[in-house]
């Protein structure tokens, strides 16, 4: 069964053991262990069922200590980590040749992250290595953002959690690409906008081009069990089933069903998206319908995760 506590110092000794720990970020709640132990990684691995050719973020507690794991930290990375670190932004760099390839799925690139939520602080503080932390879920499924989803998710084991409360931004980190010899690449859209990314770099950001594996880019992602439809037109006859469950952005209609209204909104509605998602989850509905925001830039990573979250309908 979970322990969900706030004894930091237990907690340390639990990573330094090679155990895994469920640890908060600003984004979403973390399934850490140590990154220098491949042991460690690899119960990382196996306890969330995420596949091996899936790429780990390397979470630091300052931005100093990024040259013990990238080979290279280029001026425009430099920037970066200026103007978002702590912060949601994950950085993809060329990797030293000691980084386990069992971190970066095989490649010679490493994902970087300086969280910025207290506790995180305090835990790489303490810690004084690097831990990888991707979302504290089954694979595929909703990720956390309280202690309780994380020890939901986990409920058979005896994984310890760090309760850091409920996650401020409430969607995974930007990743920003920035290896030599290509041009910088958003490899996953965040709650950090393009433009104010591109602002810092001084030059415009490509796409993904398949070159580079990153973190959550899997078709079917952030995932219900229940059906889930996503909309722009409501499916009017649906409204009068009580096994029909809603999602709202500001413009909910009188449903029979149980419904949420995260408003319209954006930084407020990532940040319960995954929340509300669990609520309905839990109700053993039919089917989970979710109202689609506009499509605005602002709205781009909350359209990234229910496209992989949902079928349109």
């Not at 013990?68 to 670190?85: D, G, I, S």
Request: proline letters at 8%; aromatic letters at 6%; one cysteine or more.
């Amino acid at each position: 069964m979970p322990i969900i506590t706030t004894d930091l110092a237990r907690c340390v000794a639990r990573v330094r053991a090679g155990d895994l720990l469920g640890m908060p970020t600003e984004t979403v709640y973390g399934l850490a262990a140590d990154a220098a132990n491949a042991e460690a990684v690899a119960k990382v691995f196996a306890l969330k069922g995420r596949p091996s050719s899936n790429p780990l973020i390397v979470h630091l507690h300052d931005a100093s200590q990024a040259g013990q794991w990238a080979a290279e930290v280029a001026p425009a990375a430099q920037r970066l980590m200026a103007a978002f670190w702590p912060g949601p932004l994950t950085l993809v760099l060329p990797a030293r040749d000691e980084v386990s390839r069992s971190v970066t799925a095989g490649q010679d690139s490493v994902a970087l992250r300086v969280p910025a939520h207290p506790s995180a602080q305090a835990l790489l503080a303490a810690f004084g290595g690097g831990l990888v932390a991707p979302s504290a879920n089954r694979y595929m499924s909703i990720s956390p953002t309280s202690a309780a989803h994380v020890a939901q998710q986990f409920a058979d084991s005896d994984l310890h959690i760090l309760d850091g409360g409920p996650c401020q931004v409430g969607l995974e980190s930007s990743i920003v690409s920035l290896l030599p010899g290509d041009r910088p690449r958003l490899l996953r859209r965040g709650m950090l906008s393009q433009a104010s990314l591109e602002a810092v770099l001084g030059e415009a950001l490509e796409g993904q081009d398949g070159g580079v594996r990153a973190p959550g880019q899997h078709h079917r992602h952030y995932a219900p069990s229940t059906p889930t439809l996503a909309f722009v037109q409501a499916p009017f006859e649906a409204l009068a089933s009580p096994r029909c469950g809603w999602l709202w952005c500001g413009q909910a209609l009188l449903s029979q069903g149980p419904a949420v209204d995260l408003g319209d909104e954006p930084q407020a509605y990532a940040a319960g998206l995954y929340a509300a998602l669990y609520r309905l989850d839990a109700l053993g509905l039919e089917r989970l319908y979710i109202q689609l925001p506009p499509l605005q830039d602002a709205w781009g990573a909350v359209h990234d995760r229910l496209a992989r979250a949902s079928q349109r309908l």
